[in-house]
């Protein structure tokens, strides 16, 4: 499997080649918890996500992929924002794609499932809120996890 690598405003960078709309979802449980997953491919912890499929929905990719990579069905129930800058460049060292961020982030609640492994997710647990600055995570994700905890207005850019 190749590996991904995190760019932010950095001249090494690779130019970007492509732009996919894709989600990331806070799922939060009754204990105030946030469901995260340490991926495969980098070994940073993260909020469940992945790209949008074509034929399905925004909200239906955000459900679908943190099934995929948790174990967990969850109900979208808000929006923490949207992250768009072209300064972000997400590197796939498997195929050469450079993707330029486009993420629709969201909070949902679980409705069934236990926190399952995957093959994108070496590891799921129950994080809580107070712990979560203690995760390795990359810029672009612990901006997404601030901006969450923050409870601010939704963050557009």
Known sequence: MGKRIDYYDDPQAPTANSLVPSVNVFV???????????R????????????????????????RETLEETGVTCEITGIVG??????????????????????LVFTA?????????????????WAPKADLSGYRMDRSMRMRVDQFLSGGPTHIG
Do not use: C
């Open 28 to 38: 939060v449980n009754h204990r105030d918890e946030v469901l995260m997953i340490r």
């Open 40 to 63: 495969t491919d980098n070994d940073n912890w993260a909020v469940p996500g992945g790209a949008v499929d074509l034929g399905e929905s925004v909200p239906q990719a955000a459900v």
């Open 82 to 103: 949207i992250y768009s800058d072209p300064k972000h460049i997400i590197y796939y060292t498997s195929d050469g794609e450079a993707r330029q961020e486009f993420s």
């Open 109 to 125: 609640r679980p409705l069934a499932g236990e926190p399952t492994p995957s093959d994108e997710s070496k590891e799921v647990v």
